[in-house]
């Protein structure tokens, strides 16, 4: 869909900003809203029940999602600006910028936190519902990243904030601008929302999929027997099942725990050299350039927990469970104290197979909840992943089942990945139409929204203050 330009454009005198239509005015913030109006007071009753948005609870596309209930007695001390339906909640600090929302009929004694600022927009000044999309513009954020101070966190004071300039289109415009955003927005983040839930469904296609190739096997008509173990049921009757330790490679070093923390500090981290530290990230992507650095001494010192091709590495602290097979040339290293590497018998057990059922299914991490009795792990311990087990198949069947289910795979993550584009290229579009919109880079004012029953309530949007 193309739009119109205005008839006559004229310099804002902004660099940032560039030309606005001839009849816009440049103001500052200040001049059209007021900031952080009301706040709960240190006098406020202990017993006083408050709703409190925090930073996590603001997303740029979903608004204030979620809040927690408090007594004032008991709420976090940074629980003070009063929001009210209108108000637009932007974070201050620029670690959090895109947890900028409008406030839309909040309920009673909502609260945000100070790391926020509450800005409210003056009555028949500037449209509350362009604000919150003025103030989510690429343009706007920009503005407050470059005036943002500190070193950990940066910030930018609610002062400074509402000193930066905004375009101000007549009155009648501000509604339409208003209105076509609202229609337009809620267009494509609907788009999003599907694009999601297909997201959704083929995750957990592919899981089912590798979770049944992996316990029952690619024959559906192959006689079945009982596994002996409770959550895997039944098996295929030739397969075994068997303990992580009893595919472990002969030697005491076949399943060796990443070191101690202590043994490698931050400061033993440099920029860059020929002596790895594979982690976390190295084993989630796949990808053994990606990973930290040490020097020769620290590498020595830590020789045992070499890293050779066809390791296992596998995360056992945060995302735990997800696997990576260190490929033939892997350049010399040491494992992360948040990893766990294993050496299998490669007789008993092809890698692959051993990663789909460990890395890409909930299998293991299903058993590690059903012995530590817990719904969440935090921590995986060498000595419960060496008594997990597991489902299997002769070696050539496991190399079947492997190449059968990475033939699927590969049709399944394409499907994905052109999802994921299509939400990234949706958010694009999203975001490039909010900043053309609130700067007069098109012309919305002849804009009419579709018929329907939606058209009613758009309507009345755009006539709010």
Known sequence: M???KYPEYKDSGVEWLGEVPAHWDIKPLKYVATYNDEVLSESTPDDYPIKYVEISDVD?????????????????????RILRDGDVLISTVRTYLRAIAPVVEPPENLVGSTGFAAIRPMRGVYHSGLL???LRAEWFISNIIARSVGVSYPAINASDLVALLLPLPPWKEQQAIAAFLGHETARIDALVEEQHRLIELLKEKRQAMISHAVTKGLDPHVPMKDSGVEWLGEVPVHWEVKRVKHLCALGSDSLRPGPFGSHIKGDDFIEES???????????????????????????????FSVFPRDVLLTSRGTIGKVAIAPG???????????????????QIYLP?????????????????LASNSTTIDVVYAENLANLWIALPPIK????????????LRFIDSTIGTAVQQVLLLKERRSALISAAVTGKIDVRGWQPPAGPTATTEATQAEMV
Do not use: M
Request: hydrophobic share 40%; proline share 3%; glycine share 8%.
């Open 397 to 408: 069947e496991q190399e079947k089942i492997a190449g059968n289910v990475a033939s699927r």
């Open 60 to 80: 740029e596309q979903l608004g204030i999602k979620n809040w927690s209930e408090h007594l004032f007695s008991s709420a976090p001390s940074r629980a003070r």
């Open 274 to 304: 020929e002596f790895r530290v594979y982690n976390q990230a190295t084993v989630i992507s796949g990808d053994f350039l990606r990973s930290a650095y040490i020097d020769e001494s620290k590498y020595h010192e830590l020789v045992a």
């Open 329 to 347: 040339g892997v350049g010399r290293g040491v494992i992360h104290p948040c990893l766990i590497r294993l050496r299998l018998d490669e007789n």
């Open 132 to 134: 919150g999309y003025a």
């Open 2 to 4: 193309s739009f119109p």
């Open 353 to 369: 197979y051993f990663k789909f059922f460990f890395g890409d299914t909930d299998l293991a991490v299903e058993q590690l909840r």
